[in-house]
């Protein structure tokens, strides 16, 4: 968070006295993050919603690489896997690679061809997500210990409402108000819980994956609309795979 701070004021400063543009890429869901930390950028940054795939624009992908390799893809088995990928573009680009790898599509074919007929998608889905299970089972417990012990486990806390909402709440983004509601029901100290502790920890939760080497980022929270999102979408299908009953248990809570 710091570095991002002093980074959008050495922004302003390369704006003011150089003819420099730059093109800044970040993980963040949230458009002014920039202008958050410096309001001196306000009509000098514009964003790009680069995250923001439709079902069309992902369609897109496929026919561009279906003429690169002169091959199609069974149509159905696109729309599944489009259906299947929440939004995530390196999902549907992993699957369609993995379907080539399948049917020996390594290069350009000389002749044209149609795969992908007859795949089982969700499992396809699985296999790949179930690649990266190793990395979110480790997020979830290293953000879970948070900085280092404290009184109220706040890290630990926001893991157990990120695993306890329903999906479409937690695809959509957690609300700043669904934390203080939730942990305030089930932490020890319940409603005397002070909300800055709270407001603290999402604050710093990209921080903490940091220096936890959870890179990239799995959530993120934006201080402009105080909601905490899932920046990494394969997170999403990887965690409707697992039974959150047992993730939960492991929190200790």
């Known amino acids: 968070m710091q570095t991002q701070q002093d980074f ?3 922004l302003k400063a390369y704006h003011e006295n150089s003819s420099i543009c730059f093109i800044v890429v970040g993980v963040w869901r949230d458009k002014n993050r920039l202008i958050y930390y410096n309001g001196d950028l306000t009509n000098r940054v514009a964003s790009v919603d680069a995250d923001a ?30 259906s299947g990928s929440a939004e995530s573009v390196s999902l ?8 080539c790898e399948d049917n020996g599509v390594v290069e350009t074919q000389s002749n044209y061809r149609e795969i992908g007929k007859n795949i089982d998608v969700p499992g396809l889905m699985r296999e790949i997500v179930n690649n990266q299970s190793g990395r979110y089972s480790a997020f979830i417990t290293n953000f879970s210990e948070g900085f280092q012990a404290t009184e109220y486990d706040m890290y630990r806390w926001i893991m157990f409402v ?11 983004g957690i609300r700043r108000n669904s934390f203080s509601k939730l942990i305030k029901e089930k932490h020890p100290v319940g409603e005397k819980l002070n909300e800055g502790n709270i407001t603290q920890a999402l604050q710093s939760s990209a921080s903490l994956q940091v220096i936890k080497n959870i890179r990239p980022i799995i959530i993120d929270y934006d201080q402009t609309t105080r ?3 899932v920046v990494d979408r394969s997170f999403l299908i990887w965690l409707s795979l697992q039974d959150r ?9």
């Open 8 to 10: 959008s004021f050495s």
């Open 53 to 82: 795939w439709t079902a069309d624009s992902m369609h897109e992908v496929v026919s561009a690489g279906e003429a690169l390799l002169n091959i199609s893809f069974y149509k159905d088995t696109v729309d599944q896997i489009i």
């Open 92 to 99: 549907l680009q992993e699957a369609c690679y993995k379907i």
């Open 162 to 172: 990120v695993l306890s909402v329903d999906a479409n709440e937690l695809e959509s």
């Open 227 to 229: 909601v905490l999102n």
């Open 245 to 253: 009953t047992e993730l939960l248990a492991e929190l200790d809570i």
